[in-house]
């Protein structure tokens, strides 16, 4: 029975692992022109909604508005706010 040995060389070892982060990175490449958010994306990203048992908040990141929808009995409706007026009516 033959006993089978398998070596390879420095030099072979390096140019294997060289060529194979070099089609790695080739497949994560993205043209710039990809890489860029539409500005629909972004539009779309500046609100946040926070939603618990009886209330629900929609905040608007870059004015600082915010809708909110208390929940209790009667019609729902929406209350509209801004964080400068209330800090404007906590400093008086």
């Not at 629909?40 to 929609?58: H, L, P, S």
């Not at 508005?65 to 009667?74: E, K, L």
Request: hydrophobic content about 40%.
């Amino acid at each position: 029975m033959k006993t089978f040995h398998l070596s390879i060389d420095l030099k072979s070892f390096f140019m294997g692992a060289l060529t194979l982060g070099g089609i790695l990175l080739l497949a994560n490449f993205t043209p710039v022109e990809k890489a860029k958010p539409e500005s629909d994306i972004i539009d779309t990203r500046r609100f946040q909604v926070v939603a618990g048992e009886r209330e629900t908040i929609i905040l608007d990141t870059q004015t600082g508005r915010f809708i909110v929808s208390p929940g209790y009995i009667g019609q729902p409706r929406w209350v509209n706010g801004d964080f400068e007026e209330l800090q404007k009516r906590e400093r008086k």
